[in-house]
Every structure is written in C-alpha cells, then in structure tokens.
C-alpha cells in the first residue's frame, strides 16, 4: 500500500440550491465511428480481420448467462418517461439525462452481468464490501454513486442497519425489494452534486471508467458532501491485458480489447485510462482528501493461475465478463469502429476463445483507492 501526503483543502463548489436551478446542459451529439486510418493508427484491426479467421462451433449447452438467476425489477415511485430506454445495436440504454452517456446496456442480461461482478469485487476484497477503514458507530449516512443493479447498496445497508444508504444511477434498474434504509436516485454523477455540505460518512465510487468526463470534479463533489472525517473509496479496474510470460500477443483479441477502449475513451472524452494515468490518487489529492492508501491487485483472467485463491478471482471475472461480453463492447465497438452487432459478435467468440486458453496467461490491474476528508 502507499500512503499519500496531505495535500491542500479542495475549493468550494457551488451550492446545490444553485445547481439545481441550473438549465440541464444539452445532450452530446451521437459520436460518429473513427475514419479507418485513425483506426490504423492506433493499431486497432478492422472487422474483416476476425470474420475471415475460424472459430470452434459454439456449445450450445455453454451459456453462462442462462445458469445466473436474474434480479431484474424498477423503481415504482419513479416518473414513467425515464423508462424509455435508448436502443443502440438491439441493446437498450439509459434514457435521456443531460450528458450521461453509459456504454453499459441496462437490460436483463447486463444486470445479471453486474450482479456477478459485485460477487466478483467482494472475493477480491477478501469478503468486504469496502476497505476504508470505517467506525461502524459514526456510520449514519452513505452514498453509493452509480449504484448499478443496487446490490451494494442493499448488501451495505444490511451490514450497518443504523445507516441510510442512498444509491443513485442514471438507469432504475435496481430492486424494489430492500431494506428499509435503502432508497435509490435517478441521477448523473457529472452534473453538480446537489446535497448540501457536509452529508455523508462514506462515499462510494465503483465502476466508473469510461462514464466520468471530469475527474477532478467528481472528487471534488464528493470532498463536498463528505462530513469533516469521512471517506471516499473508488474502485476501478484498467481494460489493458497483460501477461506475465508474453503469451497475451500483439494484435490478439485480448490486446485488440484493451486498445479499443482506450481510443472509445479519447473520442468520447471519458477515459478507460483510469489507472494508467493514476487519477484516483491524482484527484483525491486535489480535491483535498488525506490518509490516501493505494491498494493494486493483479486479477487473472480465467483459472490458469497456480494460486487457488487468485483463480477463484479469475473464474468469477471470467463468468461476469462471458455473462455479457456482447453487451460490455457493443456501444463502444459501434460508436469507435462502426461495427454491426454480427461482426462484434464474431470478436465476442474469439475473445472468449482466448479467455478459456489455459495456455494464455492474462491478467488485467485493478487499483482500489481511498482517503479522508480532514476533520
């Protein structure tokens, strides 16, 4: 772990009173595909590449998705217009908020998706939900920012019962099933915050690559709302696959899908880089946060490790990934390459048929970070 020095107070930031009465900014303009020599440039394989290579015929009988029990409900109390969803690619997406623009579909098999992720995230964390270091007794109120199906959330609340644990998303996918000191908020972590100052014990932040289009602000939102000695954790994983014996080739699928991304990130102006251009520890410090610890993971991809713990890690990973993969490349496959729905689902194939090569050694960083707002 590495401990960060104290850096100086975040500035103010703008009342929630006042951001509230700001007129909602105006939706980004649908992005147009890469031009192919941009695509060349950056190393990224045009779709021929993958159609015109053989594959395995697929099992039938092997659908991950199908073994997962789906937890698929929405929010009664909220107005009906935020439930017409955006379809892209046969895909549907959150409705229209502002700028929000998630490149993770919100239907039933993307839930189930998330769903075996948080299962994922707890192994990881070796049974914990978070790794701040928190006084249970001086727990009163959380926020959980892009809430996702909501397990969280509700698996938080359990664990402190005397907490009120507010989770927001810009999708109501979550259950109406919960604990009584749950709620859940429609809400884009990009706009300005609007609870007042000084509100919550602990701040959640989980999953957010490729959705965030200001780093520095979000960080500084949440020094905002934090009470003097709360904390902030953020979790977040790099789509770059490396291999500790060189057998994550150049131009494999698993190198294809880290550079893909990357340039989806740069055109749409919400970077995947996350941890390459460490801006957890970056913006906690700006923000003012201090007591910053780093924690960074080596997550294998699949079972191959010799570790049994890290490829329990890896089997879990693999099966959230299988679960949906379609969905997690369709909106950034489309909107960096121009890609049909059959030719993503032709790298779908390949990329899994790497991920299932016990001779192919990937693993991805995953960092979790977290700090405290000065008393």
Known sequence: MVTSPKSPKSPQSPKGNKAASAPAPAPAPA???????AQNAAGIFPA??????????????????????????TTASLASSIYEYRTIQ???????????ESWEPNDARHVEAMEILHHTMILINDGKLFLAPLEKKKIHKVLDIATGSGLWSIDFADEFPAAEVIGTDVSPTQPTWV???????????NQ?????????DFVNLRFLIGIVDDWYALFRNAYRVCKPGAWVESSGTSTKFLSPDGTVKEGSAMDQWG????????????????YEEDLQRKCMEAAGFVDIEIRDIEVPLGIW??????????????????????????????????????EAKVFARHIKKEWNDPNIHGYF???????????
């Open 31 to 37: 992005p147009t595909p890469l031009s192919t020599e």
């Open 48 to 73: 021929s590449h993958w159609t015109a290579q053989s594959l395995p015929e697929e099992d039938p009988n092997n659908d991950t998705a199908s073994t997962i029990g789906s937890l698929t409900s």
């Open 90 to 100: 046969g895909r549907t997406y959150h409705g229209q908020m502002g700028t929000a």
């Open 179 to 189: 604990p009584p000191n749950v709620k859940f908020e429609l809400d884009d972590c």
């Open 192 to 200: 300005e915050w609007t609870w007042p100052e000084n509100t919550f």
């Open 259 to 274: 550079k893909v991304f990357r340039e989806g990130g740069n055109k749409l102006g919400r970077t995947f880089a996350v």
């Open 305 to 342: 490790h010799p570790d049994k713990k890290a490829a329990e890690r890896g089997l879990w990973w693999k099966m959230a990934l299988e679960s949906d993969v379609e969905g997690y490349i369709n909106y950034i496959w489309h909107a960096v390459l121009g890609w049909t729905p059959e």
């Open 365 to 375: 960083m995953m960092r979790v970070a977290w700090g405290r707002k000065p008393e």
